[in-house]
């Protein structure tokens, strides 16, 4: 279901994704690497994290040498602005009765450069009524990645629309 998605959305995650030790099978090694993918909730900053690192390394913090690979802290736009209320009235004539909420995802995004240089930006779209929300999770980042033509053909018009209405 949703839940782990909801769970990772309130809080700073850690993902160990690869793990690098030895030259040979039957040596054993002198160090080990491991890469985490670090997550961070809006608010938690680069001393926090490595706090939370701190703790879940416990007695062999000494021994652990961190490569911080730079802060790259959370980013967000504001819940009201004159784009969110375009991208509203567009959703309304393109899905009539539907209701526009906010909405937090895990991950990055590109949106993050622009909202540091203090542009509003969110990430937006409609997806299709042919596809659940969990089966269109499973499209990202995987072997297969991909989109359903309906939603790219909503999410197109959604874009196209707005952008229209938002110039005039």
């Known amino acids: 279901g949703t839940a782990p998605m909801f769970y990772a959305a309130t809080r700073t995650t850690f993902s160990p994704n690869m793990a690098r030790a030895g030259v040979k099978l039957n040596v054993i090694p002198d160090s ?66 539907s209701e526009t909420i906010p909405f937090l995802i895990v991950g990055a995004t590109d949106a993050r450069f622009y909202r540091r240089k203090g542009v509003t930006a969110y990430g937006y779209g409609l997806m299709s009524e042919r596809i659940s929300f969990r089966e269109f999770a499973t499209m990202f980042h995987g072997n297969n990645e991909r989109i359903d033509q309906e939603s790219l053909r909503l999410s197109t018009e959604l874009w196209e629309r707005t952008a229209r209405e938002f110039l005039v």
């Open 32 to 97: 080990a690497e491991i890469d985490i993918d670090i997550r961070t909730l809006a608010g938690d900053d680069g001393q926090k994290v490595r706090d939370m690192l701190r703790d879940a390394i416990g007695d062999l913090w000494d021994q652990v040498e961190i490569v911080d690979e730079g802060d790259n802290p959370a980013s967000e736009s504001p819940l009201r602005s004159p784009l969110w209320d375009t991208l509203t009235k567009v959703t309304q004539k393109l899905v009539p009765g």
